[in-house]
């Protein structure tokens, strides 16, 4: 099985710019969270999407928001980009309820946004 | 206080050696406890997996919960170069639940 893709894997934006970032989830996957890591804070929870629909919500502003179409795949925005956005922001698959390691995530490689 | 805490130190071990990490958690609502390797440039992946207290061994790995103590605990025995990584712990609370709280991440370093 192919594992989580992501894309672009690099970009560079300036202050005040808004980026979209791409995650494409393990086949059969439903759920789809997104993750910012950073050298000061690590890995912090985004939110989580399950059948395109929110359904956890981290402690972030309103600037970060998240979508997932219906064939699971997801995207992420961060509007009015500041310096301190700059991270590499992962995107996660779990497996289906019912199965097992349905608390596990598995995770793309990233996707690194350097902020200018 | 932080949910996970995890002592971000760099360790150093000659190769041959046992690495142990550790982490500590404060929320006793978590059950379920992972174990991730992030090679550089790379995203995280599943290392070890582990339900309630308890310990579990794969290979020259093991990972041990004491949810009493809320303390989690990985062992990595006869270590190789290629065991060079960051390591980080996660755990969740109610089945069902895909917000992982994670820790910072020890770069762990083995030297030939």
């Known amino acids: 099985k192919a594992g989580v893709t992501q894309t672009p894997r690099y970009l560079i934006k300036t202050r005040g710019q808004q980026v979209t970032l791409s995650c494409s989830p393990i086949?059969?996957?439903?759920?789809v969270s997104w993750y910012q890591q950073t050298p000061g804070q690590g890995l912090q929870f985004l939110f989580e999407?399950?059948?395109?629909?929110?359904?956890n919500k981290g402690n972030f502003p309103g600037r970060f928001s998240g979508r997932q179409f219906s064939n699971s795949r997801s995207e992420m925005n961060v509007s009015t980009l500041e310096l301190g956005d700059s991270a590499l922001y992962l995107c996660?698959?779990?497996?289906?309820?019912?199965?097992?390691?349905?608390?596990?995530?598995?995770f793309g490689p990233g996707t690194r946004l350097l902020v200018l | 206080q932080k949910e996970v805490e995890q002592d971000p130190g760099p360790l150093s071990v000659p190769e041959g050696a046992i690495v142990s990490l550790n982490c500590t958690y404060s929320?006793?609502?978590?059950?379920?406890f992972m174990w991730y390797r992030q090679y550089s440039r790379k995203g995280p992946e599943l290392l070890m997996y582990?339900?309630?207290?308890g310990n579990k061994e794969d290979g020259r790995f093991t990972a041990q919960v004491d949810k009493s103590s809320k303390y989690i605990s990985l062992f990595i025995r006869d270590s190789q170069p290629s065991d060079s990584a960051t390591y980080l712990c996660?755990?969740?609370?109610?089945?069902?639940?895909?917000?992982?709280?994670f820790g910072k991440g020890n770069q762990v370093v083995v030297i030939p």
């Open positions: 996660a698959s779990s497996p289906p309820t019912g199965t097992s390691l349905q608390e596990t995530q598995y």
């Open positions: 086949s059969g996957h439903r759920s």
């Open positions: 999407y399950f059948s395109e629909t929110q359904r």
């Open positions: 929320n006793s609502a978590f059950q379920y």
């Open positions: 582990t339900y309630s207290s």
């Open positions: 996660a755990m969740s609370g109610n089945r069902g639940n895909n917000r992982l709280a």
